[in-house]
């Protein structure tokens, strides 16, 4: 059973156990006070299933257990008969309890905004009521505990019911009146006049499919907006960009959010909700991609429903044709890849080195076992033979990988190994958030003397140092891994069984045999665009889909862009 699935299951019994317990014990014996604890326990784990493990939780018939529990304990407390004030107090606490979710649910239906001059309070108070609830309750019982008198547990539910109230009136206004005119961040947006969108949809822990196009979006030097589909993207991607970031929970807000200014519209994968934004035919619509590889995702067929698919050189045209995927060749531009205009480029090899620094990067699982490439069951042997080489190893692995629980225990073990190395030895190996978040993929590649990698968009970006690399075949594909994935024939092909490790670290890191054929496949991958001026290829090819009569300023730059995969000069 998944790691994730045990934890789901353990947190709903623990929750719905002790909430169960805490009314047992107030009703059926008169230990009130560890009834009264109880339930504080039961809103705590409550409150951790709800932060931590399953958000979505339905909570409500826990916390009418709860509640129940709480107030039957606070009358025994009190024992003075009927109390007016608890009456009211207890109705007033189960009536939110029944009516935090529908408001919550309700208020995560409205489009919220970072970064545009709007303050839209409902939504986000709607957002808190569930844990507002749970401090509610908890107040309640130690009220209880301390024997306070009733009228303060009532003054603290109506607190939060006079929230709860605010938030349905306001919600109420929006469904009932709605205004023609657009809310307050459609009238926002109108004013701001975004020429293009950034449209983004894409499962947890996604967000650096958006963050490595911000910074090329910015210097395209258009007003625009990052609109997204899931909430949890919204804190994340509004911090990197100071560019309006907007949410768009439904098909309403979306039309609201598509303001008449938009002339393009760009996506970075092919998320299923991508179809909700192509169906506005006036907008030009362009494939950016969030990597460049041999990975069968890479060709998908979807591709076809764009505009436009910018593509980083000649060999992701042949990629789409190579997997039988007919796409008009009108549709392609070659841009080449931005984000890596920053790697220094090593033209010049420089094999033998004594104690080279090697980058691994092992991909995760994929969706599907056609797109698995991952190759960190086997990677301690290669871990170790780098170790026994004198290698420093900076290992960054893809951010997907703890969705899977054997590939978690795999990197966690390859950890211990470096752990255990660098206390060894004190060679500075590098690993989790060291690799992966305090470094960009462009820092690791400099720091670098050479890459293993599974096959994945980071042997294109490590393409542009021209500096040697290693693929792991973690297929069953033979001699015909090189046919399905040609990036590999300018690297080493390290096989599943690990039976050639030492003659591709020897390549790699002593020989280098390839050298000469990593420039001519560079090309092919990556376009041929002035190493100077190399993303403006990108940035001239954004600005004649926003304005087709534009035309670059002067001489010097790459202001040729390559349409049916012919790039800027002939290819090597």
């Known amino acids: 059973m998944p790691a994730d699935l045990v934890r789901k299951l353990l947190a709903r019994v623990l929750t719905t156990g002790l909430a169960v317990l805490a009314v ?13 604890a109880i339930a504080v326990a039961a809103l705590a784990a409550a409150g951790w299933e709800r932060r931590r493990v399953r958000p979505s939780a339905d909570g409500v018939a ?24 608890l009456a009211a107090a207890g109705l007033v606490l189960l009536s939110l309890v029944l009516l935090a979710g529908p408001l919550r649910d309700a208020g995560a239906l409205e489009i919220r905004a970072a970064n545009l001059p709007v303050r839209s309070w409902t939504p986000l108070v709607a957002a808190r009521l569930g844990d507002a609830l749970l401090v509610l309750l908890a107040l309640v019982a130690v009220a209880a505990g301390l024997v306070l008198p009733a009228w303060v547990a009532l003054a603290a539910a109506l607190l939060v019911g006079a929230a709860c109230g605010a938030v349905a009136l306001d919600l109420a206004r929006r469904r009932l009146r709605p205004n023609t005119g657009g809310g307050p961040v459609g009238r926002a947006l109108r004013r701001h006049q975004p020429e293009f969108v950034l449209y983004f949809s894409a499962p947890p822990g996604s967000e650096y499919q958006v963050t ?39 098909l309403k807000a979306l039309d609201e959010a598509l303001v008449p200014s938009l002339r393009a519209a760009f996506y970075v994968n092919h998320g299923a909700k991508n179809s909700h934004c192509i ?43 190579r997997a039988g995927v007919e796409i008009s060749a009108e549709k392609f531009v070659v841009v080449g890849r931005p984000q890596v ?54 290992l960054r692995a893809h951010p997907y990988t703890a969705q899977n629980p054997a590939s978690a225990r795999h990197l966690a073990r390859l950890t211990e190994l470096l752990a255990a190395d660098r206390a060894r030895t004190g060679r500075a190996h590098l690993w989790g958030a060291a690799a992966g978040r305090d470094l960009t993929l462009t820092e690791c590649v ?67 045999p390839k050298a000469a054929a990593r420039w001519a496949t560079r090309t092919r991958y990556l376009g041929d665009f002035p190493t100077e001026a190399y993303a403006e290829a990108f940035l001239d090819a954004a600005r ?14 790459a202001d040729t862009v390559a349409r049916a995969g012919a790039p800027l ?3 090597a």
């Not at 047992?24 to 009264?36: D, E, N, P, Q, S």
């Not at 990052?226 to 768009?248: G, H, K, M, N, S």
Request: hydrophobic share 40%.
């Open 544 to 557: 004649r889909e926003l304005d087709p009569g534009w035309t670059p300023p002067g001489p010097g730059r």
């Open 24 to 36: 047992l014990v107030v009703a059926l014996t008169g230990a009130t006070g560890w009834g009264l």
């Open 341 to 394: 205009e920053a790697i220094e480029v090593r033209r010049e090899p420089t094999p033998g080195r004594t104690q080279p620094t090697v980058l691994y990067t092992p991909t995760w699982t994929g969706h599907h076992a056609d797109a698995n490439y991952c190759s960190l069951p086997v990677a301690e042997t290669v871990i170790r033979r780098l170790l026994d080489r004198g290698a420093t190893v900076i």
């Open 279 to 321: 169906r506005f035919s006036q907008l030009t619509h362009v494939q950016l991609h969030h990597g460049d590889s041999d990975k069968a995702p890479s060709a998908n067929p979807v591709s076809a429903i764009f505009d436009r698919i910018f593509v980083a050189g000649q060999a992701a045209i042949d990629r789409y044709a």
């Open 62 to 85: 826990d916390s009418v257990l709860i509640a129940a529990g709480i107030l039957v304990g606070y009358a025994r407390r009190l024992d003075a008969g009927f109390d007016p004030a």
């Open 212 to 250: 490595m196009w911000l910074p090329y979006l910015e210097r395209i030097g258009r007003p625009f907006l990052v609109l997204l589909r899931e909430p949890e993207f919204l804190p994340t991607i509004a911090a990197a960009t100071r560019a309006p970031v907007v949410f768009c929970p439904t």
């Open 569 to 571: 000069h002939p290819t």
């Open 446 to 512: 400099n720091r670098a003397d050479a890459l293993i990698s599974d096959v994945s968009g980071v042997i294109s970006d490590w393409l542009y140092s021209g500096k040697p690399y290693a693929v792991t075949d973690m297929g069953t594909d033979g001699e015909h891994f090189v046919a399905r994935f040609p990036l590999a024939g300018s690297g080493y092909v390290l096989r599943r069984d690990m039976s050639n490790v030492d003659d591709v670290l020897a390549g790699l890191l002593d020989t280098d």
